[in-house]
């Protein structure tokens, strides 16, 4: 697939490549090698005609103006795959997320956006906006179903709130309200296994979508409420599953 060309023109400016210096090795642009290793391996190339390479170099010739209105920057996962194949370490996704912030907040994706507000209107932190109340029933119900319908699985167990459990077991937001039997695979996975763990009636969600709105006060709210729900129950390990 060809690439699509650079163009270039108009006033230049440099923020972003500031934070560019700040990320880069010595702040020395020509750290890069323009090998391409962060392109090849990231789930977002050839999204929006776009690549790490060449986002990269945008950024180096001053473009924030199209980096800006590019919405390319929202299809970065996250994933640091770039970080860990370039040979110079250049931190790509925290550019990235520096380019997000820049954003005024209603013009940031509507999806994302209200997934985080939803998820800061509820103590379960659901971005579904889940009640205790409603997680609750669907863990119970489901489990109920299972244990009846698989005897070998009669003494699986999902338990909520459990004091002193090894582990504190997150639950991706959307299963319980949409799917809620692909939560059992890993019920079963930890009861074969013999893992002691729990979940949260609160805090419980998996996701954190105020981090990827590059919202840094809620996604730091809900990092916080995640750490006290495992400390309140005396849990050793937070186990994430997302
Ligand atoms: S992997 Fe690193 S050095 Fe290679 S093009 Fe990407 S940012 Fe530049
Ligand atoms: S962090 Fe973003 S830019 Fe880097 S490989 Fe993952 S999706 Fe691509």
Redesign the pocket.
């Known amino acids: 697939m060809a690439e699509a060309a650079i163009k270039l023109g108009g006033k230049k400016k440099s923020i972003f490549m500031d934070k560019v210096k700040e990320i880069l090795p010595q702040g020395n642009l020509s750290?890069?090698?323009?090998?391409?290793?962060?392109?090849s391996g990231c789930p977002a190339t050839g999204l929006e005609s776009m690549d790490?390479?060449k986002f990269?170099r945008m950024v180096a010739l001053g473009m924030d103006d199209e980096i800006l209105a590019s919405d390319w920057p929202w299809c970065c996962t996250m994933c640091q795959r770039?970080v860990r194949?370039?040979?110079?370490q250049?931190d790509?996704p925290q550019l990235i997320f520096n380019i997000r912030k820049a954003r005024p907040r209603e013009d940031r994706p509507k999806g994302i956006r209200d997934s985080c507000d939803a998820a800061m209107k509820t103590e379960t932190l659901s971005a579904m906006g889940t009640s205790v109340e409603d997680f609750i029933f669907v863990v119970e119900d489901v489990l109920e179903e299972y244990q009846e319908s698989q005897p070998e699985f009669a003494d699986m167990q999902a338990p909520i709130d459990k004091k002193g459990a090894e582990f504190f077991l997150n639950q991706n937001s959307r299963e319980p309200v949409t799917e809620p039997d692909e939560m059992v695979p890993l019920w079963k996975i930890l009861h074969l296994a013999g893992a002691d763990w729990t979940y949260g009636s609160k805090a419980w969600t998996g996701e954190n979508y105020c981090l990827f709105i590059a919202d840094t006060d809620n996604w730091e709210k809900i990092t916080r409420a995640q750490a006290a729900m495992t400390t309140e129950l005396g849990c050793k390990t937070y186990l994430n599953t997302e």
């Open positions: 750290l890069c090698l323009t090998c391409g290793l962060c392109s790490p390479r990269l770039c194949v370039c040979p110079m250049i790509i």
